[in-house]
């Protein structure tokens, strides 16, 4: 079965069951997963530092720290979240503009908290 | 109000002298009925005890000189106020007690009766504001003074950067008790409103304070944490930023990082100093005196 008429299969399926549809052929269709950017904070940096991203390419954001709690904010694009030791925080974004902007951590973490600072370039 | 005309002519040759006036927070045609004296205090902020570095030579004489300074003006404030980061954070808790030991015992040689404190996120944010109130007491509180209700908001033993909902509530409730052009001076550390979010010149939560101080008309906030004077308005609240006595830190948003000006040694202790504030209760008035470390 070629993939366009499974996917025909099962939104015939789907109108004869009175579901939604097409959610069975939408599913087929979604697009990739967004790609994942992995970003390790342990006092007082960021690895990596800076970032490069695509204008309207969705990508994971996947946040973790080595020691203490730390904070994620990328104030431009209303960004933020928590950074918890032994947990993984996801955040999905898609940059929508571009341009350099700082992402910084935003909870006081000790004696080097204010150079605690990063960068993600967004290109077109 | 011979006293309130001397202070003004005071204030005219302390201009000529040298020292910056700023006509601020000026309520048009706002007179209240009630009788009160006028009165001048000053607001001492960044004094980060404990730094070391290139960006302030004379770290341990600076705060000693701005002592000096002061016991030396020809009038006297009813009080001093001291906006935050009274030290340089450090993360041993040791150290943290003995840096704010030993700015208490250099702000005591001030001849002034009543000093005031509240911490900064160096003095508070690693450890909730433990080891400031063991030495300076509350993090929070109201007083009043001739007439002008003061309250000093604590937005940084949050580490997050909050003022909470739990001081909110508190706010509020001290609120309730105002009348709507009661003249009111809030204190705080840090911005209430984004100045620069990019550079942690914020209150996660101080567009929440801003609101809660909104119906009130007769609002001006004081603050620190920037290093340098600053002026901006939120609807008719004006917000006042002072210098600091350790190191000047760039203008807002101007560079990539808020990294402490240069020493310029040409210029020792510039973009250093303390805020003269000369309260008109009557209208509501305050006029803001800018003094460098060392006397004119």
Same mark, same amino acid.
């Given at each position: 079965m070629n993939l366009r008429r499974r996917n025909f299969s099962i939104g015939a399926a789907a109108a004869a069951l009175g579901l939604a549809s097409t959610s069975g052929y939408l599913r087929a269709q979604a697009p990739a997963r967004p790609k994942v950017i992995k970003i390790v904070a342990k006092r007082f940096e960021y690895t990596p530092s800076h970032v490069t991203l695509k204008?309207?390419?969705p990508v994971m954001l996947e946040l973790t720290t080595r020691d203490?709690?730390?904070?994620?904010?990328? =104030? $431009?694009?209303?960004? @933020?979240?928590?950074? *918890? =030791? $032994?947990?993984?925080? @996801?955040?999905?974004? *898609?940059p929508d503009k571009t341009g350099t902007f700082t992402f910084l951590c935003d909870i006081f973490c000790g004696s080097g908290h204010e150079e605690m600072q990063g960068s993600i370039t967004v290109v077109g | 109000m011979?006293?309130?005309?001397?202070?003004?002519?005071?204030?005219?040759l302390a201009a000529l002298g040298g020292v910056g006036v700023v006509f601020a927070s000026a309520l048009p045609g706002v007179a209240q009925a009630h009788d009160q004296d006028d009165f001048f205090f000053l607001q001492l902020s960044d004094t980060h005890w404990g730094f070391e570095g290139p960006p302030n030579p004379d770290a341990k004489g600076t705060l000693r000189k701005a002592v000096r300074s002061i016991n030396g003006l020809a009038e006297k404030p009813d009080f001093i106020m001291f906006t935050g980061d009274l030290t340089h954070t450090t993360d041993n808790p040791v150290e943290r007690r003995r840096r704010?030991?030993?700015?208490?015992?250099?702000?005591?040689?001030?001849?002034?009766?009543?000093?005031?404190?509240?911490?900064?996120?160096h003095d508070a944010?690693?450890?909730?504001?433990?080891?400031?109130?063991?030495?300076?007491?509350?993090?929070?509180?109201?007083?009043?003074?001739?007439?002008v209700h003061f309250i000093v908001l604590d937005n940084v033993s949050d580490p997050?950067?909050?003022i909470g909902e739990a001081q909110l509530a508190w706010l509020a409730q001290d609120l309730r008790q105002r009348a709507a052009d009661d003249p009111i001076v809030v204190f705080t550390h840090r911005p209430l409103f984004d100045l620069v979010p990019q550079w942690d010149w914020a209150t996660r939560?101080?567009?929440?304070?801003?609101?809660?101080?909104?119906p009130y008309r007769n609002v001006t906030v004081f603050y620190g944490h920037i290093h340098q004077e600053h002026h901006h308005n939120t609807g008719h609240?004006?917000?006042?930023?002072?210098?600091?006595?350790?190191f000047p830190l760039p203008a807002p948003g101007s560079q990539p990082n808020r990294a402490p000006l240069p020493w310029d040694p040409s210029a020792p202790y510039k973009g250093l100093g303390f805020r003269g504030v000369d309260a008109d209760v009557d209208e509501a008035r305050y006029t803001i005196i800018e003094y460098p470390v060392l006397k004119a």
């Open positions: 204008k309207g390419e203490v709690v730390m904070g994620f904010n990328l =104030p $431009d694009f209303g960004l @933020r979240a928590d950074m *918890v =030791p $032994d947990q993984v925080t @996801r955040l999905p974004f *898609v | 011979a006293n309130r005309i001397d202070r003004r002519e005071f204030l005219k704010l030991s030993e700015f208490r015992d250099i702000v005591s040689g001030l001849e002034v009766k009543t000093l005031r404190f509240m911490p900064g996120e944010s690693l450890d909730n504001g433990k080891a400031f109130q063991e030495f300076f007491g509350s993090t929070r509180y109201t007083f009043d003074h001739k007439g997050r950067a909050q939560d101080g567009a929440k304070a801003i609101e809660l101080l909104m609240i004006a917000h006042h930023a002072a210098k600091g006595l350790m």
